[in-house]
């Protein structure tokens, strides 16, 4: 979990890559339905680009199908999904269903004017959704990615009206998730105003302490 730009999706990637997890984002799925111009990549850009949540229905059921597939049975790590207490109980059932649980639901914690820093100067790929940063970490080749070679855009979304709309939909709506994860002995905040690097060193810490409690 964590605020619009505080940095779940570059974690994410990086987690994959060192722990081999694969990485599921709800908004990366979104926008790839989007570029295949699907019936649900259209409906969820209305929402997306006005900064609300896509209705959690429709988010579920993507979600949950994506789980499904049989790439995820080794483990997951969920990027942007849940969003919401009803997504939160989606999921529990859709991890009961799959016999498997949610092992450890870190929290990255970033003020909101680094947010909106970060937000700002963000670049996407438009092949992978690989992503980049024009201050803090730039491409090789300005507006190229460096992975594949392709594009590079800045989201609709991330405009400086949706951006604060989307940190107080994350506020209202996402932020008392938290809660709901700290009572149950999940939580784990991380601190996201250090570098990338640092983060990521936190991150693994914390999955490797819950891998380690799991298994004993
Ligand atoms: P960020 O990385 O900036 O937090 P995301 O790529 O995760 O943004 O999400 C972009 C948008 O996609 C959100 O503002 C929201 O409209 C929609 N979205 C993504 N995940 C969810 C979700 N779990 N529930 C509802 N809407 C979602
Ligand atoms: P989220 O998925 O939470 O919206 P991103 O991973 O897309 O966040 O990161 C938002 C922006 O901030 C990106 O441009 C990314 O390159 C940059 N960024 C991510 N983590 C850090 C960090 N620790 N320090 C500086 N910039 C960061």
Redesign the pocket.
Known sequence: M?????G??TQARMLQESLGYVQI????L??EHNKNQTRLGRL?MR??DV??????DV?IEM?GERLSQPDCAAGVIL??????IN?ALALEKIADDLETRIGIVPCIHVSYEILLRR?SGRWTCREHGHVFHQLFKPPIVAGVCDFDGSELYQ?E??SVETQKR?IE??TQRTAPLTEYYDRKGMLVKINGEQSIDEVHQDLVSAIREAETALAG
């Open positions: 964590g605020g619009p730009g505080a779940k999706g984002a709800s908004g990366d979104f926008r969820a929402f997306i900064g609300d949540l896509v209705p959690d988010t979600v990027d942007g999904f849940p969003r919401t997504q937000l989201r979304d991330d989307r939909v994350y």
